[in-house]
């Protein structure tokens, strides 16, 4: 219960410290792209959300983006495997896999974009989705990382430098009460070198 208060304090000290307004959400017709051809299975997908983590995670990253997932499918829809804490209340704090729609559903989105990670090959991108799909139903962990976390950076980095060990996006050091450490954001994966933005709602380059 004390641990559950001093997490409230650090919301309202950090909201103190830069305020944060509402935003005017995207007008988001998902059938804009549906049938989006270019996407591919093992392609990244970026949001920014509207919630209250997904402000302290932009706070502190400094990205357009507060959340990350990689395409695990795209007929006959395409899908999403992504560690979250509330995109679905019957499975909160977990691993789990949304379509395109509920990733992007306006309640929980106002920016995203696609990108294609150009450093792996396609037998890789099959190798970690693979791997992806084993995890679901794990329990979401935030946590720095000297310690055992699983969030949705860590859900990828960790798959991808099995197959790729070079893969070396940037860790940040943040230090506020009950979360101090390195952590990885999604703005290490945004700013990564050689992937390619296939698709950016609204079109806006990240």
Sequence with gaps: MFMKFLHYIFIF????KTPVYALDLAN????????????????WIFRNGVQI????????????????????SVEPEIKIIHATTND???K???????????????DLA??????????LSDKQK???????????GEKFILASRDQEHLYCTSLLYDTIIKYQPDFNPEWQYAKFPLLS???????AFANYPNITWIYVYPDKKP
């Design 13 to 16: 000290l950090l909201f103190i």
């Design 28 to 43: 988001s017709d998902i059938s804009s792209i549906k049938n989006f051809s270019q996407i591919k299975a093992g392609d």
């Design 53 to 72: 983590d997904s402000f302290i995670v932009k706070k502190l990253d400094g990205s357009d983006y507060s959340h990350i997932g990689m395409i695990v």
């Design 88 to 90: 679905n209340e019957n």
């Design 92 to 106: 909160p704090n977990q691993v789990i896999i949304s379509t395109l729609t509920e990733f992007t559903a306006p």
């Design 110 to 119: 106002q920016m995203y974009a696609v990108a294609r990670p150009n450093f």
């Design 126 to 136: 099959k190798q970690i989705i693979e791997e992806l799909l084993t995890k679901q």
């Design 181 to 187: 450490g390195d952590y990885l954001f999604p703005g």
